[in-house]
């Protein structure tokens, strides 16, 4: 296993994807450890004059924008995102990726989908032959669904395990709980993406399939990208 992204990779990932940026744009605001130096970098450069608005992926990440000065707009209206940058669990050779290990995939896989372009920036140790690699698959689910949620994905043998935070349940920023599921490599990931998208009372899995243009890999002070055909 290749060592985790270090605070040296993060910078030079942040600083790549700010040049990505132009003025007037608006930029999704990942999650994240690395997402999170984008947004230091993005607001830095927003200190210095840079024009641009920012659509938070989590109440963090907002927290954090409003703190650095960037200013904040929400998707009522349907706003087109120019950009979004993020992070991710796991990317294989495809650009297809597993994110929710922070617990907010839902929010980021809507602004991922209302952005023009997705830029996803990861250490080496994200890149797997197959999704599943690292053995986990999020799954978030409706407070009133988790009994028969969870019944549903034991039933397909994913061994469900609730998220938990503390004493109690760990709860997204949209009050939803989630399940972590045990996977093995995924031979077919919209597949399965589709079966437990079926279930009621799932709103959104960790699969993050076909909506990456560009990844990032940061390994040592160096950064090579990734480019979706």
Sequence with gaps: ???????QDAAALA???????RAGQTIGLGTGRAATAFVH?????????????GVPTSEATAALARKLGIPLISLDGGPSIDLTVDGADEVDSHLNLIKGYGGALLREKVVAAASRRLVILVGREKLVEALGSRGKLPVEVVPFAVGFCGARLAEAGLAPVLRRMGAGPFLTDNGN???????????????????????PGIVGTGLFLGMAHTVLVGDGGRITTMTRS
Excluded: N, Y
């Excluded at 296993?1 to 605070?7: G, H, K, N, R, Y």
């Excluded at 970098?41 to 608005?53: D, I, K, P, W």
């Design 41 to 53: 970098a993005l607001g830095r450069a927003a200190q210095s004059g840079l024009r641009v608005a």
């Design 1 to 7: 296993m290749a060592e985790t992204l270090t605070d």
């Design 15 to 21: 600083a790549h994807a700010l040049g990505l940026v």
């Design 177 to 199: 709980h989630i399940f972590d599921c045990a996977v093995d490599p995924i031979a077919d990931a919209p597949g399965l993406d589709a079966r437990l998208r079926a279930i």
